[in-house]
């Protein structure tokens, strides 16, 4: 069965930092393009971060500056980096991928899914 398996949710303060991870099971993310998403109670799923097979990046302009997407094709791994933290960052982030080496932030294009990660802002 492929999927994506993420970890590294948690509590931060606010002006703090978290970097979550998502390691697919039975593919390689080589070749693919590579998105995170989030959601926040009573809120619509919004594309955050991706990233095309040949590293283009698209980013949220509520984000820009403060989340880094990457990969490490040696560790078959993507990351989300977040830093400066704020309240409104406080949501359920998802890592995506989808078959093809170009991709936006609509989340009709992903057909693998991680499982959801909390990520909660709050001093």
């Known amino acids: 069965q492929l999927r994506l398996v993420e970890s590294g949710g948690g509590l931060v303060q606010p002006g703090g930092s978290l970097r979550l991870s998502c390691t697919p099971s039975?593919?390689?993310?080589?070749?693919?393009?590579i998105a995170w998403f989030r959601q926040a109670p009573g809120k619509e799923r919004e594309g955050v971060i991706c990233?095309?097979?040949?590293?283009?990046?698209e980013s949220a302009d509520s984000v820009k500056g403060r989340f880094t997407i990457s990969r490490d094709n040696a560790k078959n791994t993507m990351y989300l980096q977040m830093s400066s933290l704020e309240p409104e960052d406080t949501a359920v982030y998802f890592c995506?991928?989808?078959?093809?080496?170009?991709?936006?932030?609509?989340?009709?294009?992903?057909?693998?899914w991680g499982q959801g990660t909390q990520v909660t802002v709050s001093s």
């Open positions: 039975g593919f390689h993310l080589e070749g693919y393009t």
């Open positions: 990233s095309s097979a040949g590293d283009y990046t």
């Open positions: 995506a991928a989808r078959i093809s080496s170009w991709g936006g932030r609509n989340s009709y294009e992903y057909s693998y």
